[in-house]
Nanobody, 114 residues
Framework: VQLQAYGGGLVQPGGSLRLSCAAS????????MGWFRQAPGKQRELVAV???????YYADSVKGRFTISRDNAKNTVFLQMNSLKPEDTAVYYC?????????WGQGTQVTVSS
């Protein structure tokens, strides 16, 4: 499984960004897709995950601001990020779980700054 993430960039506080991540290769039976992030000097942390059935889980720090969604037909997961804060600045990574194996995409930088 290969994952390609898109959509990072520079945005002002209070702004919005939408990240996309497309899976390709042997993509049958991908169960969970999600987003993690890693800020400088910090450990990678979960942002949001979504199951193939649409059930979602969010980190407390992004609840009410971020929305994860998934297009199973296109094997793509999205992260709509609203009301962005400087503390959301990080490299965002998408991942996918297939038959208990975790795959990671390359990161995409999100910078929230005025």
């Amino acid at each position: 499984v290969q994952l390609q993430a898109y959509g990072g960039g520079l945005v002002q506080p209070g702004g919005s960004l939408r990240l996309s991540c497309a899976a390709s290769g042997s993509i049958f039976s991908i169960n969970v897709m999600g987003w993690f992030r890693q800020a400088p000097g910090k450990q990678r942390e979960l942002v949001a995950v979504i199951s193939s059935g649409g059930g979602a889980y969010y980190a407390d720090s992004v609840k009410g601001r971020f929305t994860i969604s998934r297009d199973n037909a296109k094997n793509t997961v999205f992260l709509q990020m609203n009301s962005l804060k400087p503390e959301d600045t990080a490299v965002y990574y998408c991942n996918a779980v297939q038959n208990l194996v975790v795959y990671w995409g390359q990161g995409t930088q999100v910078t929230v700054s005025s």
